[in-house]
């Protein structure tokens, strides 16, 4: 059994966490490349041309975010009959293989283990490392990866062995299962079922008939989890409600008219507004939702199996192991808007924002602190307020669960001089302030850190001016009147003139 990774073992660092990847964005490529030679030297050694998929998965170990899936996941072209063929159980052939490891080293999107009937695997950890197991010595296939310049050791055991998987009790979806949701949907006139094809991927079908049942079955992916949930509703205003309310960590799930499903996402409570020029949530003929738990001690179906083969011997094991992405899904799910947190800035994107390591393990680069939020005062660079390694305190802005990102501020925790400027001064007061800026209309003044005023062209002189340049100069100190305060645009609009003639 051995490890291959682009990192030299004697030279790792164990205080580094390597929880997330450290190869540089511009080298995945290659090195993707040199992994997949690698593996293919190791199959190939084997005597291997046809490999097993087991417990495939979409953005499973990794962030669940729509940032992750790129390239249809990393399955677009693999399968002559379309992605339907990536499911447990699938026998595929090397080349095949080979192209889900390449996906998978890209963090693509997809993952899952790879086997042969001779005990040959090939396990992708989420730490950039690929665990390659053989029924004998492969010295010729190591030496091969060590020249791509890859680096191998050999070790007792993959950590992601399937004799480790935590699993479940599952019940077979047999006759007697299709027998029991028959009378389900006669009971109560439809229900939803839900088709977990792959780990983290589902897909819906609403049953109101016998038929109806028929028909999907057909449609069944392999060895899919089945879960059958009450029918969706009509009552729109019921869910935004519930979303509101945001109790648990829930997919919402909606049907449109005609029958068909949007893709399903984790609900937020910006979900549930109405007062938006385009609402989440549609309340209209038709239109039917549903809020279906994802935390497994919150999920309660009315029925749950897992599909037999086709001979009707259950041989899915469904691992239900915590993943990253169940760490991080269940920190996001705990914090709420208004929450103090506290990180370390981690990488900046220039003047956009940086990024923040927030204090716990799971939430590694997951705060984004936006450069608007970083100060109520003008700052010439962000290193000046956020350096790279800084530990800061922040409020929590915004979940977004759709970007897997934490929106956070600084300032909101600091006192905001506009309205503490605003507090203590009044309409007609001549006050004290530096030119900052000179543009056709007027001219921007400091008043305080933190706080600016517009002089209107028409306000700087008692005379016409045609431009600001020819009364005053960026940089100079003046004294202005305060001639109207906009508390709701947090607007201050000031008057050169008129301090000059009174």
């Not at 046809?50 to 790129?70: A, C, H, I, K």
């Not at 992605?83 to 080293?105: E, F, N």
């Not at 068909?260 to 984790?266: N, T």
């Not at 956020?386 to 956070?408: F, M, N, Y």
Request: proline residues 6%; glycine residues 8%; contains cysteine.
């Amino acid at each position: 059994m051995y490890r291959v990774t682009p990192y030299d073992p004697a030279e790792q660092d164990t205080a580094v966490d390597r929880s997330i990847t450290r190869i540089p964005f511009d080298s995945r490529e290659r090195i993707a490349s040199a992994i997949v030679a690698a593996v293919a030297g190791f199959a190939l050694d084997a005597g291997v041309s046809r490999m097993t998929l087991d417990n495939p998965m979409m953005e499973g170990f990794y962030p669940f975010s729509v940032r992750t899936g790129r390239g249809g996941r990393g399955l677009a072209g693999l399968f002559p009959k379309g992605t339907a063929s990536y499911h447990d159980g699938a026998r595929v052939p090397l080349a095949t293989g080979l192209g889900l490891l390449r996906a998978m080293v890209l963090r693509q999107g997809a993952w899952c283990r790879l086997g042969s009937d001779d005990g040959f695997f090939v396990h992708v950890g989420d730490k950039d490392d690929i665990y390659v197991g053989s029924n004998q010595s492969r010295e010729t296939a190591v030496a091969h990866a060590r020249t791509l310049g890859l680096f191998v050791e050999q070790i007792e055991r993959s950590p992601y062995d399937p004799v480790s998987d935590e699993t479940s009790h599952q019940r077979p979806a047999d006759e007697a299962f299709w027998t029991e949701l028959g009378a389900l949907v006669a009971e109560r006139g439809g229900v939803l079922l839900e088709e977990r094809y792959v780990g983290n991927a589902y897909r819906w079908h609403r049953l109101t008939s016998a038929p109806d049942i028929e028909t999907v079955r057909e449609q069944l992916t392999p060895r899919a989890r089945l879960a059958v949930w009450p029918d969706l509703t009509d009552d729109i205003e019921a869910v935004r409600a519930a979303i509101t309310r945001q109790e648990r960590l829930e997919l919402l799930v909606q049907q449109y008219p005609g029958g068909g499903f949007h893709a399903a996402r984790i609900a937020e409570p910006g979900m549930g507004r109405a007062d938006v020029p385009n609402p989440h949530l549609t309340a209209s003929p038709g239109h039917r939702a549903a809020l279906i738990p994802i935390d497994p001690a919150d999920r309660h179906p009315l029925l749950a199996a897992v599909l037999p083969d086709s001979d009707g011997v259950l041989r899915a094991r469904w691992r239900t192991n915590r993943t990253r992405a169940d760490e991080r899904r269940a920190f996001m799910s705990s914090l709420r808007a208004g929450d103090i947190v506290a990180g370390v800035v981690a990488t900046g994107l220039d003047d956009i924002g940086v990024h923040v390591h927030l204090n716990n393990d799971a939430g590694r680069d997951l705060g984004f602190l936006r450069v608007p939020e970083m100060s109520w005062s003008n700052f010439d660079s962000v290193d000046d307020i956020v350096p790279i390694g800084r530990k800061i305190r922040a409020e929590v802005l915004h979940i977004d669960w759709a970007w897997e990102q934490v929106s956070l501020s600084l300032k909101a925790l600091q006192p905001d001089p506009w309205e503490r400027y605003t507090d203590t001064h009044r309409t007609g007061d001549i006050v004290p302030g530096t030119v900052t800026r000179l543009l056709p209309f007027g001219a921007f003044i400091r008043l305080s850190d933190g706080v600016e005023g517009l002089i209107h062209i028409t306000e700087l002189s008692g005379h016409d001016v045609d431009v600001p340049e020819g009364v005053i100069s960026v940089g100079a100190e003046v004294l202005v009147a305060l001639l109207d305060v906009d508390r709701e645009r947090r607007r201050i609009s000031l008057s050169l003139k008129r301090d000059h003639t009174e």
